[in-house]
């Protein structure tokens, strides 16, 4: 039997999951940014603006999450749009910095940098983790879709 509440809780822990790893990725970022080799990478200055995108669209998302648990609204419509409107956009704006990251990481000076290495690792964690919290959502809207009343 399908458990709302252990569903959402498992949300909400991918998404501290995910707190974490923006945390961690946002220490290296700046470490990284002292570089002036990577902070003149005009790819790399591009990962870091879809990064902190990503980062404020997941924040967003998860106080829709916090709000649907601690006033324990359900509904369809919440939930489809927090997917639509936070979660969906956040994962775009990863999309974004990854590719950039990856073009910055094949300019010669930045592909061996430690800091590269270590955002590059960091945000494959990252983009499998918001990968969960989509189809966790996904599973959510499924089992919570309204069923049309028959007619007779």
Do not use: C
Not at 43 to 72: C, I, M, P, R
């Amino acid at each position: 039997m399908f458990n709302r509440t252990e569903a959402v809780n498992n949300l909400l822990a991918l998404m501290r999951l995910q707190n974490s790893y923006i945390h961690e990725l946002s220490k290296l970022i700046y470490a990284a940014a002292t570089d002036l080799t990577l902070a003149n990478n005009q790819e790399f200055t591009k990962f870091v603006a879809n990064f902190f995108e990503f980062a404020h669209y997941h924040y967003n998302s998860e106080g829709y999450s916090q709000a649907a648990q601690l006033v324990q609204i359900y509904h369809y419509i919440l939930l489809e749009r927090l997917l639509d409107s936070q979660v969906l956009v956040a994962a775009e704006q990863m999309e974004l910095a990854i590719s950039h990251l990856e073009m910055a990481v094949r300019e010669m000076q930045a592909r061996f940098h430690p800091q590269i290495i270590l955002l590059n690792q960091g945000i494959l964690l990252m983009e499998e983790t918001q990968l969960k919290i989509i189809e966790s959502l996904e599973e959510l809207l499924e089992r919570s879709q309204p069923v049309p009343k028959l007619q007779n």
